[in-house]
T-cell receptor, first 110, second 116 residues
Framework: RKEVEQDPGPFNVPEGATVAFNCTYS??????FFWYRQDCRKEPKLLMS???SGNEDGRFTAQLNRASQYISLLIRDSKLSDSATYLC???????????FGSGTKLNVKP | GAVVSQHPSRVICKSGTSVKIECRSL??????MFWYRQFPKQSLMLMAT?????????EQGVEKDKFLINHASLTLSTLTVTSAHPEDSSFYIC????????????FGSGTQLSVL
């Protein structure tokens, strides 16, 4: 079983739409959680960390559900520039390894 | 500016040759670095964890004799793809954790390897 699983999408949404992605993780001892954004053939960039209490950064809201072992990312008022692949990342294991989900592709259309 | 420098950014080589990829941490010491591989339309797959001064730890299914990792200093880790074959063509990217609890991950810009 994969450490982290995501729906690959693509999610095709119009500008201004609200879109949500989920991600599940298998290791209940996972310590930290993040959402990264990756543009085609570029390195991933940190979008936001995910805290137990949930956190918001502008149009982006991230939530963690430890009981069900999933995290979510909500994007409000989608912009064309939000088009990218969103990677769910979990830190787990003895060496604090970062495990990446397969990514969810988002296409925001005019 | 970049905190992790990776080069080369692109390599084209003949089958059977070896290719070395360097990853340097800038302005900070990285006792640990991670090496990932990404095939088209797939996620980053963790290949190995590079540990300064000791042997790298490899993920299941990754051949350690095929992908040699050296982490000889606190700012440099190298990945050598030995006797490369076309199926090794991929995007290789390194990263280094940083922060109080190593909770932040900084990436190099990646290396696109094409083996002819």
């Amino acid at each position: 079983r994969k450490e982290v699983e995501q729906d690959p999408g693509p999610f095709n949404v119009p500008e201004g739409a609200t879109v949500a992605f989920n991600c599940t993780y298998s290791n209940s001892a996972s310590q930290s959680f993040f959402w990264y954004r990756q543009d085609c053939r570029k390195e991933p960039k940190l979008l936001m960390s995910v805290y137990s209490s949930g956190n918001e950064d502008g149009r982006f809201t991230a939530q963690l559900n430890r009981a069900s072992q999933y995290i979510s990312l909500l994007i409000r008022d989608s912009k064309l520039s939000d088009s990218a692949t969103y990677l769910c990342v979990v830190i787990a294991g003895n060496f604090n390894k970062f495990y990446f989900g397969s990514g969810t592709k988002l296409n925001v259309k005019p | 500016g970049a905190v992790v420098s990776q080069h080369p950014s692109r390599v084209i080589c003949k089958s059977g040759t070896s290719v070395k990829i360097e990853c340097r941490s800038l302005d900070f010491q990285a006792t640990t670095m991670f090496w990932y591989r990404q095939f088209p339309k797939q996620s980053l797959m963790l290949m190995a964890t590079s540990n300064e001064g000791s042997k790298a730890t490899y993920e299941q299914g990754v051949e350690k004799d095929k992908f040699l990792i050296n982490h000889a200093s606190l700012t440099l880790s190298t990945l050598t793809v030995t006797s490369a074959h076309p199926e090794d063509s991929s995007f290789y990217i390194c990263s280094a954790p940083m922060g109080v609890s190593n909770e932040k991950l900084f990436f190099g810009s990646g290396t696109q390897l094409s083996v002819l």
